[in-house]
Each structure stands twice: as structure tokens, then as C-alpha cells.
């Protein structure tokens, strides 16, 4: 049995990962309008595994017999002016989401939920991971945007990304 509080964390989670699905559909969304397909591309992808993330979550909540509540997911209401600033407002949302994920783990650690905090960790990594790549994307944007040259070489290494399923199996 899952802790009320933890469960209701875990809950929240699903919601909260549908809704970064929804926010990087919205970048994906962006980028088409631009006619910068390998940037539309790239976030297109992070949109599916954000829906992974979403299922996992709510995969593991049944597999624990929890009971699922799915909520109305917001609308994405980030100002998007430029290419810098979906870059930025990726990288501020995944650091948020990291602060959900360490928010979750606290309560698990707490309620000395072990399972939970074992299948935590892989998201904890995972974390790590995507703000790794937002840091990356600004990074290269600063560099090589303002060049139109630049601009395209960038947008085609975005294109090239492929979509791989999450490595944790539930
Ligand atoms: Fe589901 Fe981008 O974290």
C-alpha cells in the first residue's frame, strides 16, 4: 500500500507529465510555424516521452493498486517571442520538474516508501539528463543562431534525433 501523501504526489505526477507532453507540443508547434523542421522535430520527440514519463507513473500508481484520477491538463500559456526563449522555458520547466521529482522522492523517503524511491531514481537520472540537453541547446543556440549558416546546421542536427522507448520497464 502506497502512503496517501505519496500516492497523491504520484498522482499529481501524471498530470503534471501530460502536461510537459502538452508544453513541448506547443515548442513543436512553434518551430513548424518557423520553418525550422529539425527543431519541430526534436521537440515533437521530447512530447512523446513525456507521455511515456506520464504512464509510467501511472503504471506504477495500478501495479500498486492505487487508484488513477486523470485531471484536466492546462493550457500552455509560456510566452514564446523567439527561438531563445522556448530553449529557455525548456530548460526552466525541466528544472521545475526536477523539483516535483526530488518533492516526490522526500515524501517517499519519509514514509520509508523504498519501492517507490528505487523507481524514482530512474527519473531522478533522467532529470539530469534533460537539462543536460536544454542546457546543450542554449548553449549552441548562443553560439550558432544569430548565423543563419549556423541556424540550419543546428536545425538539421535537431532532425536527426529519433524516438528511443524509456529504458525503465514497469
Ligand atoms: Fe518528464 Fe522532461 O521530464
Same mark, same amino acid.
Given at each position: 500500500?502506497?502512503?496517501?501523501?505519496?500516492?497523491?504526489?504520484?498522482?499529481?505526477?501524471?498530470?503534471?507529465?501530460?502536461?510537459?507532453?502538452?508544453?513541448?507540443?506547443?515548442?513543436?508547434?512553434?518551430?513548424?510555424? #518557423?520553418?525550422?523542421?529539425?527543431?519541430?522535430?526534436?521537440? @515533437?520527440? &521530447?512530447?512523446? /516521452? $513525456?507521455?511515456?514519463?506520464?504512464?509510467?507513473?501511472?503504471?506504477?500508481?495500478?501495479?500498486?493498486?492505487?487508484?488513477?484520477?486523470?485531471?484536466?491538463?492546462?493550457?500552455?500559456?509560456?510566452?514564446?517571442?523567439?527561438?531563445?526563449?522556448?530553449?529557455?522555458?525548456?530548460?526552466?520547466?525541466?528544472?521545475?520538474?526536477?523539483?516535483?521529482?526530488?518533492?516526490?522522492?522526500?515524501?517517499?523517503?519519509?514514509?520509508?516508501?523504498? #519501492?517507490?524511491?528505487?523507481?524514482?531514481?530512474?527519473?531522478? @537520472?533522467? &532529470?539530469?539528463? /534533460? $537539462?543536460?540537453?536544454?542546457?546543450?541547446?542554449?548553449?549552441?543556440?548562443?553560439?550558432?543562431?544569430?548565423?543563419?549558416?549556423?541556424?540550419?546546421?543546428?536545425?538539421?542536427?535537431?532532425?536527426?534525433?529519433?524516438?528511443?522507448?524509456?529504458?525503465?520497464?514497469?
Amino acid at each position: 500500500m502506497l502512503q496517501e501523501k505519496v500516492a497523491a504526489l504520484l498522482n499529481d505526477q501524471v498530470n503534471k507529465e501530460f502536461y510537459s507532453a502538452y508544453l513541448y507540443l506547443e515548442f513543436s508547434n512553434y518551430f513548424e510555424a #518557423r520553418g525550422l523542421d529539425g527543431f519541430a522535430n526534436w521537440y @515533437k520527440i &521530447q512530447a512523446q /516521452e $513525456e507521455r511515456d514519463h506520464a504512464m509510467l507513473f501511472y503504471q506504477y500508481l495500478h501495479n500498486n493498486n492505487a487508484k488513477v484520477t486523470l485531471e484536466a491538463i492546462a493550457k500552455p500559456e509560456k510566452k514564446l517571442d523567439s527561438d531563445m526563449d522556448v530553449l529557455k522555458a525548456g530548460l526552466e520547466h525541466e528544472m521545475y520538474v526536477t523539483g516535483l521529482i526530488n518533492d516526490i522522492y522526500a515524501a517517499a523517503h519519509e514514509a520509508k516508501d523504498f #519501492r517507490t524511491m528505487q523507481f524514482l531514481d530512474w527519473f531522478v @537520472k533522467e &532529470q539530469g539528463e /534533460e $537539462e543536460v540537453n536544454a542546457n546543450d541547446m542554449i548553449s549552441k543556440m548562443e553560439l550558432f543562431g544569430s548565423d543563419p549558416k549556423g541556424l540550419y546546421m543546428l536545425n538539421s542536427e535537431l532532425g536527426s534525433r529519433t524516438y528511443n522507448a524509456p529504458s525503465l520497464v514497469l
